[in-house]
Structure formats: structure tokens, C-alpha cells
């Protein structure tokens, strides 16, 4: 069974479409985020949510909203897609916030914006 | 201020040891990860400190100076499988929020 997983894996869209990602978990983890991965390979948080509520919310454009409707699912909804937005976006998962707790990530959505 | 400093690339033969260097300056610590990223793929996990020393496991070793913003990863006995990009991350105290470096991508050649 896949710990994490996204839809969809990738996605190609013109500029000022409106698109969405999804992710879940079965790992019962209670905090989730979501990582943009630019071409240069640095992985950047872009919002976490612990127990459904919004705990990281990094300097992203408000036209990136991110939900979570339970603790094992998170969204990221992306308006009027731009570019510079082109890249791979990551979803992780973690427990707790001492102790080892790494994160496990998904596979990944590559996103190309033409 | 918060930055993470890694080599962007290393090269290695097989069967050698290799050491890949993170420093980071943070406001507050709580742990320092290191992932392994093959090409097009996620990032896993290999190792977590946050006393100083190292920690073995396997092939792959970590080790951690809190006083120097310091810590190593020791791959021995290299094998072609472990061509792929090494990301060093930092969580800071009392946050969910990991900090992570631009990775080291390291090319293990026959």
C-alpha cells in the first residue's frame, strides 16, 4: 500500500487555468505539507497542517489555497497558474513535532504551465 | 536568519567513502535530517540527529556538531544505486517547519 500518495502524478496547463492536487495518507500522521521543488532541485515548504488546522503558511501567492477536510487528506488548489509555477510539488507526511518523526513524501506532481 | 549550505555536486568511484558536508545557521534547533532523492523521485529518509555524535546505520553514517552548525553524512562502500541528490534539513524549535538545503547530487562512477 502507498504511504503517500498525489493526483495526478503530472499535469500540463496553460497560463490562467485555475488547477487542483490532491494527497492522502494512510500513515496516520497528523501533520501533512505541501513542498514546492523548483528546477534547481531546492525543496521549499509551502504550507503544513497539523490535526486539519493551517500551522505554516510561507510567503506563497494567495492564488495558492491549500484545505484539508481530515487529517489524512490535503489539497492544494492553485488559481489563474502562472509560469513561474512550473515545478514538482511534494506532499509529506509526519507525526508529532519531537522525536525522529521524519517525513514521508509523496510522489511528487510535476506541473508545467505553458 | 535561517541557511542551510551543502556542495551542489561530488563525485565518487565505487567501493570508495565519501563525505558530504551540511552547515546551517537556524533560530532554534530540534533535530537535522538527512533525505536521499534519486532523479524523479521523492525524497526518503536516511538519518535524524539532534545530540552531537554520530549515528551509524548500515552503509550510511550521520554525524552532528550543534555548537559548530555542523554535520556530516559518511557513505562507505559506494554503490552505483547511490547516485542520486542528498538533502540536508533542519527543523527548528517549537515549529512543524523543516529547513531544507539545495541538496548535494553525487555521481558515483564504475
Known amino acids: 500500500d502507498t504511504a503517500v500518495s498525489q493526483t495526478p502524478k503530472y499535469l500540463v496547463t496553460q497560463m490562467g487555468n485555475d488547477k487542483s492536487i490532491k494527497c492522502e495518507q494512510n500513515?496516520?500522521?497528523?501533520?501533512m505539507y505541501w513542498y514546492k521543488q523548483d528546477s534547481k532541485k531546492f525543496l521549499k515548504i509551502m504550507f503544513s497542517?497539523?490535526?486539519?488546522?493551517?500551522?505554516i503558511n510561507e510567503t506563497v501567492p494567495n492564488r495558492f489555497s491549500p484545505k484539508s477536510p481530515d487529517k489524512a487528506h490535503l489539497n492544494l488548489h492553485i488559481n489563474s497558474l502562472e509560469l513561474g509555477d512550473s515545478a514538482v510539488y511534494f506532499c509529506?507526511?509526519?507525526?508529532?513535532?519531537?522525536?525522529?518523526?521524519?517525513?514521508?513524501f509523496g510522489p511528487g506532481t510535476r506541473l508545467t504551465v505553458t | 536568519g535561517q541557511n542551510i549550505d551543502q556542495p551542489t555536486e561530488m563525485t565518487a568511484t565505487e567501493g570508495a567513502i565519501v563525505q558530504i558536508n551540511c552547515t546551517y545557521q537556524?533560530?532554534?534547533?530540534?533535530?537535522l535530517f538527512w533525505y536521499q532523492q534519486h532523479a524523479g523521485e521523492a525524497p526518503t529518509f536516511l538519518s535524524y540527529?539532534?545530540?552531537?555524535g554520530l549515528e551509524e546505520k548500515g552503509r550510511f553514517s550521520s554525524f552532528l556538531s550543534r555548537s559548530k552548525g555542523y554535520s556530516y553524512l559518511l557513505l562507505k562502500e559506494l554503490q552505483m544505486k547511490d547516485s542520486a541528490s542528498y538533502l540536508c534539513?533542519?527543523?527548528?524549535?517549537?515549529?512543524?517547519?523543516?529547513?531544507f538545503g539545495t541538496g548535494t547530487r553525487l555521481k558515483v562512477l564504475a
Open positions: 540527529n539532534v545530540l552531537d
Open positions: 537556524t533560530s532554534g534547533f530540534n533535530g
Open positions: 509529506a507526511s509526519s507525526q508529532g513535532t519531537s522525536g525522529r518523526n521524519e517525513q514521508y
Open positions: 534539513a533542519v527543523r527548528r524549535s517549537g515549529t512543524y517547519k523543516y529547513i
Open positions: 497542517y497539523n490535526n486539519k488546522e493551517l500551522i
Open positions: 500513515l496516520g500522521h497528523d501533520t
